[in-house]
């Protein structure tokens, strides 16, 4: 398929960051650049559509750490974004209906301790931000009401809470470790009143009032790699706040929705009067295939009623201009497959209407994108599909063959059309008109991401948040090549070439693979590639089978077979480069996280081709992972048995299981707060096992990373982690004196 370059918003990024200063005067990136980027999160057009307010996230002075503020700027693209609140934890900003003010989520930090995000409410007319919300569990998803008169949110707040913290009050007890939101906005160094200063032993613990830190685990999942450590009891809610009038400085939030079962997304009723929301009435949700509830409620009180029992997921939720349908995105989910590809569906809001999927016939990822390592860090923000003003489409970001774009669906038919072109990626979009003017969020390889307004000509720049940064750096767009696999399919990949890349020279060549394994790279933004590149090594980036953006067979086709065939994609690729005459077949390395990182464990035990690999947040043993993993996989999704009935199907496809047929010197990546892929179950077994068989090892642990250490780990843990994967590569293909690995055995075990 041939996409059209000119005109986009990439070309317009390209052109701007490329024309900027002479090849002569710029340097190649370095893996410390990070500490000077900046993204953007939660774009949020203005009711009139003359403004948009974003989160602008960056890298705090400690560098370990990221700060985020509201900025806002003009849809005409002639003005300088101006800040508009000082931070530093600023998120989801959400304009009033009218547009004469922003609510938004501020979190605090006291003595190094978050404390919980409150809502709060900025006049876009001047003055301070007025506090709405000083709840015991925080804040977060705040949305107005259609006539401006409340503002609905989530939180995890119970009335236990409020009556304990109240009681407390009342005794004068205080908490040394903690301070409300409220103390910590007056100011970090008032001292408690003196009839307050009751501390733990005076009488201000007891059972009621004490807190414990115990955890007693009934339920299978019990952890989030997002989240940490999740708590049944404290079910997320939705609650009101009335906006404070000129007479009223400020409203006390009401409870709206009870129970034991927590409430997903919401969105208003066309009149203000009810809300709709979504939650599963399965207290282990694992036993069975997904599903969703929707329920209606009366924000003026009253029990929520069943609207209607769906035995899907709903995502995305968005109310036609009618009021009459939802909108929402969500995957058929049988028969049981390993990837499911999203769909975009609507279902009338009347008792047990049939949902409609809109999209059977189109063959691609509806609501999803593809994945670099630079999306915002904080404050992303998310996207619900957008109505057309009249109810006739509904639009939203697809991911097709590498590249994300926005496409308008006919409501009825479902036929597609594509409102953005080119090889780039939308990351967010939103609109206040129904899609007439969009403000849409685009990276490309060689940026990281800017807003863009799209109307009726051509895409309009309205950012350039690493302008000053980028200007000086020699960035390159990467080769996009198709070539063959063993079976004679179609392999998409991308190479990233050293900016003095020289046609007939044979460089150094490092196979990255991504993850999921149900995930796809693209034109998009990644510092990792960019940065191996200006250390002189070819990076080859592929799409193997059971990536997703190429349609639901070739994503599907991997289950029951991972690793396995996906493993041959990734060599003929590598053979491909070989074959062109531009990668040293001496001088190969391989890599690759998550899914990728199980994908580089299995090809050091297939081959010897490699000189060095670096596997992160790995699998290596995926009987212990069944067991240990944040999520369950109780559904035969991966496996059709849980590994106490079938044994051997996890050890045939588990690396230690082949442990000693590594000859590459491999070293692992780990975080030690990974709940997603726990190091135990992944580089741990292998570096053990290879420390027995006296074989070049070593493994790298970053405490307190989650998961998602290369996307939003601390700065200088991130730093320190494409350090330690350059440094492996260069002391085991280059030869190079690396001194973070200068201790490492390169023994073999004696035969």
């Excluded at 005109?7 to 340097?27: D, N, Y």
């Excluded at 003010?101 to 301070?128: D, I, Y």
């Excluded at 009870?258 to 599963?280: K, L, M, N, P």
């Excluded at 063959?363 to 109810?391: E, F, K």
């Amino acid at each position: 398929m041939r996409l059209r370059f000119l005109p986009t918003a990439a070309f317009l990024i390209v052109s701007i960051v490329a024309g900027t200063l002479t090849a002569q005067s710029k340097r190649p990136i370095t893996e410390t650049d990070l500490f000077q980027f900046t993204w953007i999160g939660d774009p949020q057009v203005s009711p009139d559509g003359s403004r948009v307010v974003f989160v602008r996230v960056s890298v705090n002075a400690k560098k370990d750490g990221y700060e985020s503020a509201l900025f806002v700027a003009a849809t005409t693209g002639d003005e300088q974004p101006r800040r508009l609140t000082a931070g530093p934890h600023d998120s989801s900003p959400q304009w009033s209906p009218d547009g004469s003010s922003l609510a938004f989520v501020r979190g605090f930090e006291h003595e190094g301790k978050r404390l919980p995000s409150q809502l709060f409410l900025l006049s876009m007319r001047g003055g301070e931000p007025l506090q709405l919300t000083d709840l015991p569990k925080g804040a977060a998803s705040p949305k107005w009401s259609p006539n401006g008169t409340r503002i609905g949110f989530k939180t995890e707040t119970s009335q236990h809470d409020l009556e304990t913290r109240q009681a407390r009050e009342q005794r004068g007890c205080r908490d040394d470790n903690a301070r409300t939101a409220a103390q910590v906005s007056a100011g970090p160094t008032q001292p408690p009143p003196a009839d307050a200063s009751k501390a733990a032993g005076d009488g201000c613990t007891d059972d009621a009032t004490r807190e414990s830190d115990m955890r007693t685990i009934t339920r299978a999942v019990y952890r989030s790699n997002d989240d940490g450590y999740l708590d049944p009891t404290h079910p997320a809610h939705i609650w009101v706040v009335d906006a404070p009038t000129p007479s009223q400085d400020k409203a006390t939030p009401r409870q709206v929705t009870q129970g034991a079962w927590e409430d997903d997304d919401f969105v208003w009723s066309i009149d203000g009067r009810q809300i709709y929301f979504t939650r599963s009435h399965l207290q282990e949700p694992y036993y069975e295939l997904p599903r969703s509830d929707l329920f209606v409620v009366n924000v003026s009180g009253g029990d929520a009623q069943l609207l209607n029992a769906l035995n899907i997921d709903l995502a995305h939720m968005a109310l036609s201009p009618d009021g009459s349908r939802l909108a929402f995105v969500s995957s058929v989910n049988e028969p049981v497959r390993s990837y499911s590809q999203p769909d975009l569906w609507t279902v009338a809001l009347t008792p047990n209407a049939q949902p409609r999927n809109l999209t059977t016939s189109f063959d691609y990822d509806v609501a999803d994108g593809v994945g670099g390592d630079n999306a915002s860090p904080r404050a992303a923000g998310s996207s619900p599909v957008l109505w057309s003003h009249d109810g006739r489409s509904i639009i939203t970001v697809a991911a097709r063959e590498g590249s994300a774009n926005l496409y308008r669906f006919d409501a009825e038919s479902g036929a597609a059309r594509e409102i953005t072109h080119g090889k780039h990626a939308v990351q967010s979009y939103r609109s206040s008109d129904g899609g007439r003017r969009i403000v849409a969020l685009i990276s490309t390889p060689v940026e990281i991401g800017d807003l863009f307004f799209i109307g009726d000509g051509e895409p309009r720049r309205l950012t350039q948040v690493n302008s000053a940064l980028f200007s000086q750096l020699t960035l390159t767009m990467p080769e996009e090549i198709w070539y063959p696999s063993f079976d004679g399919r179609k392999i998409h990949a991308w190479v990233q070439r050293p900016a003095d890349f020289q046609p007939g020279r044979k460089y150094p060549l490092i196979l990255d693979i991504h993850g999921g394994p149900h995930s796809a790279y693209g034109w998009v933004f990644d510092h990792e590639f960019q940065w191996f590149a200006a250390n002189g090594y070819l990076v080859l980036y592929p799409n193997p089978r059971g990536s997703t953006s190429c349609g639901q067979e070739f994503g599907n086709i991997i289950q029951y077979k991972y690793p396995g065939d996906d493993y041959r994609d990734l060599m003929a690729g590598v053979d491909e480069l070989i074959r062109r005459g531009w990668a040293d077949p001496d001088q190969l390395g391989v890599t690759g996280g998550s899914g990728g990182g199980v994908l580089t464990n299995w090809t050091v035990t297939q081959t010897d081709r490699f000189k060095a690999a670096v596997s992160q947040r790995d699998i290596s043993n995926w009987a212990s992972w069944w067991y240990t993993a944040d999520f369950t996989l109780f559904q035969p999704e991966w496996f059709r048995q849980p590994p106490f009935r079938d044994p051997q199907e996890y050890a045939s496809r588990s690396a230690i299981t082949s442990v000693e047929k590594i000859r590459t010197p491999i070293a692992f990546i780990l975080g030690e707060a990974d709940w997603r892929t726990p190091p135990e179950s992944g580089g741990e077994q292998l570096f053990r096992a290879l420390k027995f068989l006296k074989h070049p090892t070593a493994m790298v642990r970053f405490p307190n990373e989650t998961h998602e250490l290369s996307r939003s780990g601390q700065p200088w843990h991130r730093i320190e982690r494409l350090r330690a994967i350059l440094g492996w590569m260069d002391k085991y293909i280059r030869g190079k004196d690396v001194a973070q690995f200068r201790d490492v055995m390169n023994g073999r075990e004696k035969k």
